[in-house]
């Protein structure tokens, strides 16, 4: 078996476990076992507890299967934008990649922080927080595209010089159909976006939490639990705190291993 | 050959990380004082002195006609020898001290002091503390010789004493923004958002028992820092002297590496509270605003709410469960006898009920069939309150409520209470300055921008809130101790009755002292550690 | 003549960039929830004063236009206009923090780069390189800025340099390893390594100048991310640079301060790619 197909089978092994701990029967992630908080491992909490009594395995779990379903529909997103953004600028009509190259440039330097406060006024206090959860990584990927797109524009401009894409053109290919065969041969620039957005996204939303957007609680935040390693005072209470961020390296090294192009 | 290629380059690389890792440096002065505080001053000026940490340096360095001891919480001599006020309490008389001097060595006369207090009284200046006085404008100030203050009130001006612990006195003429002071301090250098150097004022009158001169330290370094981590770890490596509110997880990460570092103090003069938007005027639907103006409603949830949960798991014990406005710590004004409503579920389930409140299936519902869900505000960046507003919601749940948290920084969250008022329910913390009731006249008079959850009443909306305002009149207006009490006495029960604010806790004051730092006599009032600043050192110091 | 064309027409789209962002970013701000909002307003004892400020502000800050020109002519006359938390030019606070700044740009991208070169070298070569080492960079990408900069604390070793350059040197790896591996597997490097040519000669004579054009296209990517980055690093270590000054800004709706910081973020992005057209020309230009 590829490596390829082992991680993709260790990756889906791992949503299913989380899926399944998060469907055992009596499993809650917001029931609050206040007798015990910051408990260690026990037959009742495996991973022990949070502060407020919460047993961390299914709260882990949720997070998981939350916070990566959120980050990987965002990292999309915000790689096919910048994908057609770059694409589009290279192989559009004349004038098109200054103005894209334009729009990313004026993008990168507004302060959308701001903008992002306005979200949240216009939101309704009571809006659920699978909902914000589900705004917020939308935002994120609505903002994410600029950085990335400059750089697939200019590796598309490239693509569009190079020696097979000008004989391709001279063959009478269609602009589409040109722009559809430079996308493969940009993963090199787009795969590594995607993979970098999906840690960048979880911890962002936790971020966000300040600005009142994010996953709201008794929802569990990947990013909020990663958040948590910034005080050492909760790192000195408990081991488990570390276990968001193993189980995040694991993913990511898994989804290297499936993401690879060659 | 491949792999001794692979293992040199890892070679290279840790040498790479070796030599990039650097320590942060500290610079200290010999027999300095070191701290921190969370911003910037506004102002130097101590006679616009707005916000707490300028507030902070205009006590460590103005001279004050009288002090307001934080410790006895009793007024005391400072610049004024003595000083008395007349029967009617309208002519307050000082006798200044001889020989007084600025830090410049210029002599300190009652000229200077009459300058200073018309400074602070003329609208120009737009000082906060003119407004103590009542009636600023009619206030008149006399000299009849170069040690002799009086000043003529229009009226009496209940706590007179601790108004003038707050006016600097300044050379007149020349104000000086604490470069020219008369108190243990000297303004010496100030770098935006890094830090404020003050330096020891040589010609202070202070002197201790030994009749040595005062201060003790050198001067003193504010650092202006915010992040808890950092201050933690540089208190640890030495630099910092004492770190005052300190969160409760980072005391018992101290406490368990040394005892002796922390000091629990037990409830401070501060509340936590959780509050419903109670304005008319609020962008809310009607079914809401009739929750939220319900005594039934607002009690409820005060039965349902564990406040010892909240004090052990936000606080990690370091709180005591509160149920009314004034702290066990206020030990003047506290009334042990007033009836509160303690927790029980069954009790809040019940008074639902029978206003109308009913369950289908896990949610409850008003009369009209509206699900009874609605949000709690709070700021972000601060880990109890958040704590406390999870425990909330789920006590709420036990009562079928379906609450949502919402976290806002903090202008976004001013603009919704002080302007918009599009909130529904608030969880915040009072911090409480002055134990006298005179200091919360704003909060409570209905006519006041800051009555929170029914801000600038035309006239107040409910009987008993007019009974609060002719209250706190009356004890704004009398002398007679018993009749104040009397009259908080009765405050405080309505509160409690009303519930307009649901009070949760009383946060404990938390700290850490360097080992090396003598003289530290903790105070409720702040500036809690720094109170005695001119008594502080550093062990070893002469 | 063409040279003199080129220029004027990088300082019309520069210019224009500017006055994008100057609009954009006074309408961002002044409209954002909490600008004519004060702290104070929440302690009785200086509210009123408070209020008092803010409705004087309320009135100067009503026109959008009006707040645009005020603060290009701060700009006009050097000052950048005043702070309205500290009430001093803005170029008295910005101009100091702009050196630390970029000293710790400077200092921070080129070891980031470094490492991500050399951690691409050794998870790209080879027959069949192991995704072990990209445990490295995913870990470095998982742990939070934060928390990186506690165990600094923790462990009492590390500063801002540090934590910035493996932060950018974890998310560069992730491009460089790609590129590097692609140009690794080309054919013609295929026949060199069969023929035993040393790997140093085919990195320096083949790799390098195969995907430098690439890289060109990589580095404004990585000085936008580095800009990004500052300002946690500098709030969290305390480092007074722009990016603490822009984050303190921020909170606290400082309109002119902000204004200069993405100002400066602007040219930064502009001039980064203008040295990535420059190499891309360049590259180009010695490939023909």
Known sequence: MTVRRIAAGLLIGLLLAAALILAAPGSSYSHQDRSQPFAGASTAHPAGTDALGRDRMVRVSAALLLSLAGSLAASAVTTAAAAGAGVLGAFGPAGCG????????????????????????????????????????????????????????????????????????????????????????????????????????????????????????????????????????????????????????????????????? | MYLSRRFALGCVLAAVIGTVCSAQAASRLPGELSWTIGSDPRTFDPAKVDDQWSELVRYLTAGVLVRFNRLTQSVEPALAESWSQSADGKTVRFRLRAGLQFSSGASLTSRDAAWSIRRVLLPATGAPVAEEFLTPDKVTVETPDSRTVVVHLPARVIGIGKVFDEIAIEPADHPSEGRVTAGPFVIADYQRLRYIRLTRNPHYFGRDRSEAALPYASGIRLDILQDPEQQVRLFLRGDYDFIDNLPPDYFEMLKRRDPSLVRDLGPSLNTEQLWFNQAPSAPLPQWEKLWFQSRVFRTAISLAIHRADLARLAYEGHATPAYAFISPANVTWYDRNIEVPHEDVNAARSALARAGFHLRGSQLQDADGHPVKFSILTNAGNAARLKMATLIQQDLSALGMQVTVVTLDFPALIERLMHTQDYEACLLGLANVDPDPNAMMNLWLSSSPNHQWNPSEKKPATAWEAEIDRLMQLQASTSNQIKREAAMDRVQQIVADQQPFIYLVYPNILFAVSPRLEGVHPAVLAPRLAWNADRLRLRGMQ | MRFGLRVAHWVARALLILLLVIIGTNLLVRYAPGYLTDEREMDARYASGARAELSIEAAQSSSLIRMTTSEMEGWMHGSGGVSRQYGVPVSELILPRLAVSGRLLLCALPIAWFLAASGSICASLGRKPSPIWHAPAALLLAIPTAALATLCLLIEHGGPVLVMALLLAARDFKFLQRTLRASWLEPHLLHARALGIPTGRLLWSHVLPDIAPRLAALIPLSIVTALSAIVPVEVIFNVEGIGQLAWNAAMNRDLPVLLGATMIMALAVIVSGTVANREDQSSEWNRA
């Not at chain 1, 927080?129 to 990584?137: C, L, Y």
């Not at chain 1, 958040?227 to 189980?247: C, G, K």
């Open chain 1, 98 to 262: 200054w103005f894209v190259v334009l729009v990313c440039d004026v993008f990168l330097a507004l302060p959308w922080l701001f903008l992002l406060m306005m979200v949240r006024s216009v939101l309704p206090l009571t809006t659920s927080p699978a909902d914000s959860a589900a705004i917020t990584f939308l935002v994120l990927a609505a903002l994410g595209w600029p950085a990335c797109a400059r750089a697939v524009y200019r590796g598309a401009l490239r693509l569009k010089r190079s020696g097979w894409m000008l004989q391709a053109r001279a063959a009478g290919l269609h602009p589409h159909q040109v722009a559809r065969a430079a996308i493969p041969n940009l993963a090199p620039l787009l795969l590594p976006q995607f993979l970098v957005c999906i840690p960048a996204f979880i911890i962002a939303e936790a971020n966000l939490g300040a600005l009142g957007l994010g996953i709201g609680e008794p929802l569990p935040s990947w990013g909020g639990m990663l958040l948590e390693l910034d005080d050492s005072a909760m790192l000195l209470e408990t081991r488990w705190v570390y276990l968001p961020i193993l189980l995040l390296v694991v993913v990511l090294l898994l989804l290297e291993a499936v993401a690879v192009e060659v």
